[in-house]
């Protein structure tokens, strides 16, 4: 089976900084897309960012030129590098992997890890 294990959370002050990061192990052939999803109290889960095989980027409008999300193919490993944070981004991150498992793509999520900024 696969799993992914996410770290790096915690609690930052307004204007700091977090990186996170979700390794994916089990039987994998390959990834495509990698992304991050948040998901803050009493509102739905969103899209943060998501990254292709070939390193295509896309972002929520919200973290536009403070987050960057990357990946390590070798290492199975996607990360999301965030500055500049804010209050509002205070939420649960969880990271989700399209596996190639034989001949099926299963997309896969991490268990979650919170994170809080305070003001």
């Known amino acids: 089976q696969v799993q992914l294990v996410e770290s790096g959370g915690g609690l930052v002050q307004a204007g700091g900084s977090l990186r996170l990061s979700c390794a994916a192990s089990g039987s994998i052939s390959s990834i495509n897309t990698m992304g991050w999803y948040r998901q803050a109290p009493g509102k739905q889960r969103e899209l943060v960012a998501t990254?292709?095989?070939?390193?295509?980027?896309k972002y929520a409008d919200s973290v536009k030129g403070r987050f960057t999300i990357s990946r390590d193919n070798a290492k199975n490993t996607v990360y999301l590098q965030m500055n500049s944070l804010k209050p509002e981004d205070t939420a649960v991150y969880y990271c989700?992997?399209?596996?190639?498992?034989?001949?099926?793509?299963?997309?896969?999520w991490g268990q979650g890890t919170q994170v809080t900024v305070s003001s």
């Open positions: 990254i292709t095989t070939g390193g295509s980027t």
């Open positions: 989700t992997m399209a596996v190639v498992v034989g001949i099926t793509t299963p997309r896969y």
